[in-house]
């Protein structure tokens, strides 16, 4: 800041002048809500993974995952804590095949569907989803790690470099409030994220306190070497 405005100084600059940068270190809960870690987990698996539909009298939750090896300990979580969160289960459950062009070659593959067809638990995620940003402002820290960690896990993945571990998470550019969302949750835990764009996708890395968000996920794990 200079005369109290925001302007841009190059950091050789800002050493030079030996300035000093500010950033966030606490935003505080407008008012706490009592979610639970298993409602905020789904929520964040959910986000990025599923599909939410709802109308004046009807509702479905569906959970859109590959069945994989690698992807069996985050489907048995999600589907664990849907229904700590709800009282029900994923019901019903079919294959489905995808159609894709890469690169002008088509893509075929199969991925499953686990659908819960009652308005309740579509009702209350849509609700988190419209008023996402005021929702992240009501958890508490258990709760947010743990809806990190769901995102995370659905379309996370890290990169390990020689002196730490980042998370990286990549967001539609039609979803600027997921962005909104998952950078709230990261500077609420005192993590400053790295976010870079191009045309169609948004780019969200965490290179702070992965190991506390690690503790959580049940797809992506990586050993976080000593600083």
């Not at 800041?1 to 950091?11: M, S, Y």
């Not at 935003?27 to 870690?37: G, N, R, S, V, W």
């Not at 309740?120 to 849509?126: K, V």
Request: hydrophobic share 40%; net charge neutral.
């Amino acid at each position: 800041f200079a005369q109290r405005q925001l302007f841009k100084k190059p950091l050789e600059q800002v050493l030079r002048d030996e300035d000093f940068i500010q950033v966030v270190g606490e935003i505080p809960a407008l008012a706490e809500t009592a979610t639970t870690p298993a409602l905020a987990y789904t929520a964040g698996a959910l986000l990025s993974d599923g599909c939410i539909q709802l109308s004046d009298t009807k509702g479905s939750v569906t959970f859109i995952q590959k069945a994989t090896p690698e992807k069996a300990d985050f489907i048995a979580a999600v589907e664990q804590s849907f229904f700590k969160a709800f009282g029900v289960p994923f019901a019903y459950m079919r294959e489905r095949t995808t159609v894709g062009e890469l690169k002008g070659r088509e893509i075929r593959g199969t991925v499953e569907d686990r659908i819960c067809f009652r308005k309740a638990p579509a009702d209350r995620l849509m609700h988190i989803r419209e008023n996402l940003v005021s929702w992240i402002l009501s958890l508490d820290r258990t709760a947010l790690l743990h809806f990190v960690a769901g995102y995370v896990d659905g379309d996370g993945t890290y990169a390990e470099e020689s002196s730490a571990v980042r998370l990286q998470i990549s967001i539609s550019g039609k979803r600027p409030h997921f962005v909104q969302g998952l950078a709230l949750a990261c500077l609420r835990l005192g993590i400053v994220p790295q976010i870079t764009s191009n045309r169609e996708n948004v780019n969200l890395q965490i290179a702070e306190k992965v190991e506390d968000i690690l503790a959580f996920t049940q797809r992506v794990h990586a050993e976080t070497p000593t600083r």
